[in-house]
Structures are given as C-alpha cells and as structure tokens.
C-alpha cells in the first residue's frame, strides 16, 4: 500500500493516544502535512480540523 | 495439582527477568504498581548473561587483539602479543556479573519482589511457581508475560559443550580452539565467527540460506563476505546440512551442496541456527486464555495485550525481530499502559546491528522495499569510509552508508550501513527517520569535523546531486 | 607596483585553499560558477595539514597505545609494546597526504583553475598573486575570502622548532620527548597533551584562565581534569607566564601564580595560545572596501556577504569557533549565493568536539546560559557512562551525557557529554535540535542495544523522571 501513517513524532504520537485522537485523523499543518502538538491541542479542544477519512493505513509495519 | 500449595496475591506480575521483564517491572512499580518478578534462571536474561553483554565484550576485545598487527605497522609496535583465554573469559564473565547485580539493584530500589522460580498458567489471572525445593500460586490482578527465547535445536547435533557448543560455550571461551564450523550464518554466527576468527581460530560458517545475514541489503552482504574471507573466514552459503559424527578428536559435519556430498572436519561444531519463543506447553498458555499466532509469536494488539485482557506479552516471544531494543521498548509501552496510561507501540524504526568484521547497522527500509512500496519514487545515496577523513585516520577504508529517501518529500526512509563503528552511527538515523527528517536536514546539519558522522550529509549531499568529497560525474549540474 | 603584470580574469575567485576555500570552490563549481583557487601554500589549510587530520591521526596512535596496559589485563596480552617515533610519525604524514591528495583530485574533477601564490586586493574586484618567481593580477567578478588563521604569538617566547615548538611541531613528532611544557590550555592543548603523555611524555599543562577549555561545562572541565591528572598530566590554571630561558638542555619558563613566581623546567615548551584571523595588511582589505571589526574579524551578513558586496568571507576569518566543519557549512553558504541560490547561514547549532582523554562533545546551549535566556524553565538531566552496557563492556566507565531542555515545551536545547566516542555521539543531537525534538521523542527513539547511543534514552528518561537503568530517588513518582 502507498498509503501513510500520518507524518508525526514519537512524542506527538503518543500525545495524541493521551488525547484520545486518532492521528490519522488529524490535519497536519506541518510541513508535508505533519502533525504538530498544536494540531492535536486544538482538535481535542474542539477547534480544530478532523480530516473525514484515514490518509492512512496500517500501524503494524516496523521500519 | 499439590494439594496445599500456598497462594499469594500479586497487583503485577512479571513473567521473566530479562531485559522485557525486568524493565517492565521498573517503569511499572515507578508508575504506582505493586510488582513481583518471577524468573526461573538468572536475572537479566538471555541479553545481560549469554547474549548482547558477553559476547560484545568478547568482541571487542578480539576487536582490539585483531588489530594489534596493523597498529605494529602503523608505529605502535607490540611484538608477542597473545590471548590469555583465562584472563579473556574472566573479563567476559565480569562484564556479565557487573550488569546483572546492577539490574538486581535497580529492581530492588524500585521495590520490585523477586521470587525465584519458574512460572506456569492455571487459569486466567493465577500461576503457579516450581521452584528447586517447593510449589506455590500467586494470583495477579495483570500480568506481563516476557519468558523470552532459546536457541533452535538441530537434528542430529546434540550440544554436548566439548565437541557440539552452543552460543553461551563460544562466549565464555577459556581456550582458543585451531578451528571450528559454525553452522548458521545469521548475525550471532557471523558476530561470533568474527570473533573467534580475530582470536586465531580458523573458522568455517555453513549457511543453507543463498546468502548469510538475510535480509540485510545485498551490498552489505557482499562486504561482509569479502572482509570474512579477507581474514580467513570460510564461508559457505546454499549448503544443507545432514548431520555429523566424531572421529577422534574431531568432528566431521556433512553436507550437500546441491548434487554434492561433502564432509567438513574441525576441531568443534557450534549450532547457532536461530531461537525459538519459550512457549511450550509447560507455560500453560491455553489455561489463561493466551493465542499464539501461526508464526508461534504471542499475538497482542498495538498495546501489548494478549488475548487475555489483564495480561500483556513483550519481547522475544511476540512479533518482530528478537532484539533487546525491542523488548525495552515493548516493556515500557506494556507498564505504561498497564498502569493506566495511553502508550502505543507505534515505532517506525527497530534499528539492528551486527557487531561482526565489520560492523552492520541498519534502520529503517530497504532499497528493495522502498521501491516497490513507493515506484519511481525512490532515491539512493552512498557516501564510501574511504572518503571520509576520520575513517581514513582511522585507517579504516572499507564500508559505506547508503540513504534510502522518497523522491518527492525527499523525507528519509532508511539508512544502512557497513563500515567501523557503524552501531555508534545509526542512532542518528533512526531519530532522523522517526522525526520524518528530509535528505536537505542530514545535508544543512552541521555535523562535526572529524567524525564518521560527516558521512550523513555527504551522501545527503550525494543524493542533492552535490557532492563534496567525493567525485560522482553523472551528478554534476554543469 | 609591477610594470606589465599580466592580468587574468575570473568569474569566481576562492582565496585560500583549506576547508573554507575548497569547499565552497567545488560547490560554486557544481553550480555553474567558473571558479579559480588561489593557494600560497598547501592545498587543504590547516586541518588537513597541520590540524584537524594529523592531530586526529597522532590521537588515534597514542590512544591505542595508552590502553594496552589495561588490555594486557583484560586477556589480550602485550609485554614489550613500544613507539617506534619514526613510523608513528609518517603514519600521521600519510593521513595527510592521503587527504590532501583526494583534495586535488576533488577539485580538478570539478575543474577549479589552482593558483599558486599569495594574494592581496589591490582593488574592490581585483588581486595581485605574488608567485615564486612572478607577480599577476586577477579581476573577479566575485571572490570568497577564506585565508584561514595563524598560531598567537607570545610575547617572549620565539618558536624555533627545537626549544620552542608549535602545534605543527607536536604532530609530526620523530621523538618521544621526556616532558614538555604546553602553554594554553585550549581545547588544541588538551588534546596534544593528552596524546603525548599517552606516549609516554610527562606533560604540565599551563593555562592563565581559571580554568581549562573555558566555555565547557564545569563538570565537564573537572573530568578532564581528574583523568588528566591520573594520567600523569599536570595542569596548573590561574597562572601568568612571564618568559623562558634555556639552561642547557632544558628550558626555563618562569610563571606568576598569584603572589608567587615559580620556574618550570622542562625538555621543551610549546606554546599554543590560541588562533589569529590571517587578515594583516598584505591582504589589502582596504582596498577592496572590506571591513573589519572590532572582534578582529571579518563582517559579514548572514549570506557571508562582506560590506564588498562582490566579496564573500568565511571560515576562521569570520566570527564563531574557528572549526573546520564551521568553514565547510558557510562555505556552501556563501557558493550557493554566488551562485544566485537563496542560502544563508542560519544553523541553530555549531558543535564542538575535544579529542582529550576523555573525549568531549558540545552542541547547543550549556547550562548557564540556557538558565539565564529561559528563566524557571530549564530541565537538566544526566545519564553516566558506569551505567550503560556498553561503556560497561568496552571498560570505560567515566563520563556522562547532559541534557538540557526547556521545561514546559521540553524542547532539547543543549547537550554536552564527557566519555568515550562523545565525538561519534554528538550529531545525533545536533540532529535532534535542528530538528526541534523533545525529550520525549528522545525517549521514545529505539536506540540500538548494546550501543553507547542508548544514554540518550536513558538521560531522557531521567528528564521524565522515569529513569531505567539508575536509581535517581527523588525522582520516582510513586
Ligand atoms: C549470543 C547472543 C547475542 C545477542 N546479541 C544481541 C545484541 O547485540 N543486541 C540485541 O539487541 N539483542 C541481542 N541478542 C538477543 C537478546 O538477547 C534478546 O532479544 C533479549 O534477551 C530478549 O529479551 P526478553 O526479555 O524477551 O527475553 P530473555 O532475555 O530471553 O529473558 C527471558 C527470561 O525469562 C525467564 N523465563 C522463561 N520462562 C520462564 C518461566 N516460565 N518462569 C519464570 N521465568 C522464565 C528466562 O529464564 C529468562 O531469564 C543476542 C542473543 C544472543 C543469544
Ligand atoms: C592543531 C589543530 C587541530 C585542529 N583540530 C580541529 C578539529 O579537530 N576539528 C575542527 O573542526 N577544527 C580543528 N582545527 C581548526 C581548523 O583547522 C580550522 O578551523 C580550519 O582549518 C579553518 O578553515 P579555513 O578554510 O577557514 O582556513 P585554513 O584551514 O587556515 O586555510 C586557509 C588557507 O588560506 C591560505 N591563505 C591565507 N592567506 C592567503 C593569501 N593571501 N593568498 C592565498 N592563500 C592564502 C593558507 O595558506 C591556508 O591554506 C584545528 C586546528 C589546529 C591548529
């Protein structure tokens, strides 16, 4: 699959799973559409953008 | 069933007190659970006591005895140098002995129980413990399971520790032997051929694999193999073998090599031909409601849960590669959540490393993975030890780093590398990768001089078309 | 002035041929400049010739050396190891040639036209080479100012090469002197101390500051100075060197502690006290409308622009550490400008590594300094060598990694290490500050296991207050 996990780091990853977002879920304002800290603040504060479908897939694959 | 067995209670139970379980259980007891830790051998696991810890001592001090010769040239001369496998051995079991009574501190400062002895299901949230002179239960509110892994057994090579040894015989080594075959060419067989071959030992290794060390980029193990025979390494790929017997005082092991027969004699034969998970049926799996997969890895979701709800499964026994990264890793994600937090095993990149002559570190997609996952999309950039002026300090000309990136995003998707110290080198990497780093950062971070590092941003350069130490025609922009 | 000098043109030229000057000669080249070198001695400046590489080169020999004692009691046994001064030094000598040598060869792949011959600015867009035999003038269109610097002089004390040495002096050493005497210490004198005492030599190290590599952390500097003393070494700090004589054999450097006056005898005095910008008058910086300032260097804008707009400068001549990885980032600064791109010097951080005994690594902010820009928002963290599993095996439990973040974003900003292999550590954090990374991402990072790079990790883990392998009490959350 060419699809993505969203494009974010160790740390905002797992700031999102202590949110209860799924990052996969959220619009990145990064550069190349990474998910920022900010991103998941405002979406957990209602204020933000939740992109309506998945950009991505599986979260099995080691590197 | 022992009638009278006495039952404790436990709030966490860790199975196992290898590098899964014993960090495990320091992450969970600083985290407010009440641990117990149950291991049946020896604390710290294979890694700390027969894996990772011995055998890099003995490496690198086979490192250093294997380089004496060049140094002499080089005008640091030592004319009698020797092993003394006694002293060797000693150091080695130091090394082991100074790790593992520091992970018993570390367990007791975190106020983690141990209780000796070795751990079976019988029913959801209770085990029972044999231990050598008596039985008991404990019942947990949640458990972590990290038995970890043993080596593969071989038909018709039954080790004996004389003539058939086992990876833990060629560690703790108070000989050098004349000669030995290693069968398995993965990364303990070539980590420890390494070895023993910079001790003086003639070494063969039979792999029934195409290649030794699968799965790593096929340039790399090209070098590996040309270094290998460079040193005096035999190594034989594509052969099976059958089975051995013992004459005299040597073993003669047979083989095929296609239509071939063939016998290879040495003076000891050592089976390092991968591990299994220790899940035999004596765990008592089926008890607490635990599914092993069809590839015999415990199955658990993206937060280390089993089947079982309240026990969680790290390490060598679940899915991926069997690495004590790995099982750190897996540990803490499994504590974190079993104390109540939202961690998620989501990491992109497991790194290896193969402490071998010379090293291998690796991180992240292969050239061959990234172009079919991501057509026409892919761009590869080498920069050689050779041109780099720290390693020509060093004297250490072979190797290269390869970075694998997407075409587009130039966003970073793998780094490989063969060359000295190469497992200092790949950390660097797997932030970069992890980050979602682009081939422009690697490029405009200022990497210091004179470093093997500088090799970063010179194949990041390599791949901008810029390179600057080294001369790539077809690249320039003129 | 010459009556008929004959007057070339150039589109590019790069005055001065070391790191700096090469380097952004090849770059502009690649970009489509046509580019003329100007060198008045050796093709690749002071770190290939008489800095950075030999150094390294001398450091790596005396390194191995000095540990063959504590090999010889680990197993790997050497009873009458020795120096032999001769092939040590043109071992050093090969390094160098080897380097310089691909030098050339990198540049006249990328068709840079070399001069031979000092130059000076007779006008704001051209130069008088003086050569051997024969003085010329170029007209550039623009020019890159890369002349590098020079060893500070000391009042009183005249370097003759034989009593009185340079830097150059110690690295190309056919004898293994009895003592010597380092005036400065510098990060060039503790790591040519370090060496020489590894060789055997008893080394007094005289610093006028209060204390050694000023700049480091204070932990860092009492490191140093701890295993420089155990070494052998004598460092005396706070004290003024008023002059020398030669009595004999020896020499006689006579010293102001405070009150006291003291006289240091030794076999020999190098005196190296620092660096100067090679911008004297000869250079004709007037001319061509290119001011210095009052820090004695040459200001420029942040895409290396002179107030000549046509004139580039970089490396030692410019502000900032006088480091070699320093020239090579400005000097792709100022090419690719040249050649009309949008780069500018704008890194985040500028490491710095001492090759001593131990090593050291810098990047980004120290302590103090990240105290004083970030009020109550500073956390600091430490991970030590004795702790890691690495550093366990290859023997080398003194040092330690340094975190600094900022508390409330946990940002990374600085982070300072003592120990074995700090130099191969190092880029990871550059990396990671470039790249905004928290303490977090640090921790969550797999770092390969057995590898001196997990103390990332684990200092990380220290910062959340979480630490795995060492007992910090307070910390523990429970
Ligand atoms: C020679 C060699 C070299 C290696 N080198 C490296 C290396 O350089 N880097 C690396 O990352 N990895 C290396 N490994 C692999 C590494 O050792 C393992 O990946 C790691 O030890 C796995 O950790 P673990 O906690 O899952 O299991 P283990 O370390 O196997 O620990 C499991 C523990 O559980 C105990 N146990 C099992 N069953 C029970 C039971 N029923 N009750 C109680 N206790 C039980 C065992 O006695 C053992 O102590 C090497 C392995 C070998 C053999
Ligand atoms: C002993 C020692 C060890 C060092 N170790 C390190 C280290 O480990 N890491 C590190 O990063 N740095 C190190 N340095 C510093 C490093 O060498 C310098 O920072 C680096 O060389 C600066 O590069 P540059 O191009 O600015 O100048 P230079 O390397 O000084 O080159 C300038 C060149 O310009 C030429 N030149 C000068 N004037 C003229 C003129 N008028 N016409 C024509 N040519 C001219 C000179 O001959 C010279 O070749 C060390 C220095 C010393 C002395």
């Known amino acids: 699959s060419s699809r993505e996990r969203a494009l974010a780091t160790p740390a905002v990853r797992r700031l999102a799973r202590e949110l209860g977002l799924d990052i996969n879920f959220v619009e990145g304002t990064g550069p190349d559409g990474r998910v920022l800290a900010e991103d998941l603040r405002r979406v957990a504060s209602g204020g933000g953008q939740r992109v309506s479908a998945p950009t991505q897939d599986d979260f099995s694959e080691p590197g | ?478």
Not at chain 2, 70 to 80: A, C, N, Q, R, Y
Request: net charge negative.
């Open chain 2, 1 to 478: 069933m022992v009638v009278g067995e006495f039952t404790e209670q436990a709030d966490l139970l860790v199975i196992g007190g290898g590098p899964g379980g014993y960090s495990a259980a320091i992450r969970a007891s600083q985290l407010g659970r009440s641990v117990t830790l149950v291991e049946r051998e020896n604390i710290g696991g294979v890694c700390l006591n027969v894996g990772c810890i011995p055998s890099k001592a003995l490496i690198e001090l086979s490192s250093r005895f294997h380089e004496l010769d060049s140094l002499s040239k080089k005008g640091v001369v030592t004319e009698d140098a020797h092993i003394d496998p006694i002293v060797l051995s000693q150091t080695v079991t130091g090394s082991v002995e100074r790790l593992t009574s520091g992970v018993r501190q570390l367990l007791k400062a975190a106020e983690v129980e141990i209780v000796e002895g070795e751990a079976s299901f019988v029913g959801p949230n209770e085990v029972r413990i044999r231990a050598s002179h008596e039985t008991s239960r404990i019942k947990f509110k949640d458990c972590i399971l990290a038995t970890g892994s043993s080596p593969r057994e071989l038909d018709g090579f039954t080790v004996d520790h004389q003539r058939v040894l086992d990876s833990t015989d060629l560690l703790f080594t108070p000989v050098i032997r004349r000669d030995l075959i290693i069968i398995g060419g993965g990364y303990i067989g070539v980590e420890l051929g390494s070895a023993h071959a910079r001790l003086g030992t003639k070494v063969t290794i039979l792999e029934m694999a195409p290649e030794i060390v699968m799965g790593v980029e096929p340039e790399i193990q090209r070098t590996l193999r040309t270094v290998l025979r460079e040193m005096g390494v035999e190594v034989r790929t594509g052969v099976e073998v059958h089975g051995m017997k013992t004459v005299g005082d040597s073993v003669v092991v047979e083989i095929t090599n296609g239509e071939l027969t063939e016998e290879i004699r040495g003076n000891a034969v050592a089976v390092l031909v991968g591990r299994v998970p220790n899940l035999d049926d004596d765990l008592g799996l089926a008890m607490a409601g635990i599914t092993i997969g069809s590839d015999y890895r415990v199955e658990v979701d993206d937060q280390m849960r089993t089947s079982n709800a309240h026990v969680f499964a790290i390490g060598d026994i679940v899915p991926g590669p069997m690495l004590a990264h790995k099982a750190y890793y897996e540990a803490k994600v499994a504590a974190e959540v079993a104390a109540g937090q939202q961690a998620g095993n989501d990491a992109t990149v497991i790194p290896a490393v193969i402490f071998a002559e010379p090293e291998v570190a690796v991180a992240g997609l292969g050239e061959q993975e990234a172009r079919s996952r991501y057509p026409d999309n892919v761009l590869v950039a080498k920069f050689p030890y050779r041109a780099n002026g720290r390693a020509i300090v060093l004297g250490a000309s072979v190797g290269e780093v390869k970075l694998i990136a997407l075409a587009d995003s130039r966003r970073l998707l793998g780094v490989h590398i063969v060359g000295i110290d190469a497992s200092n080198l790949i950390s660097e990497a797997v932030l970069a990768i992890e980050l979602g780093a682009t081939i422009d950062d690697l490029a405009l971070t200022i990497h210091p001089h004179p470093t093997l590092s500088e090799m970063y941003p010179e194949a990041a350069e390599v791949a901008q078309g810029l390179p600057t130490h080294i001369i790539v025609q077809q690249q320039r922009n003129k």
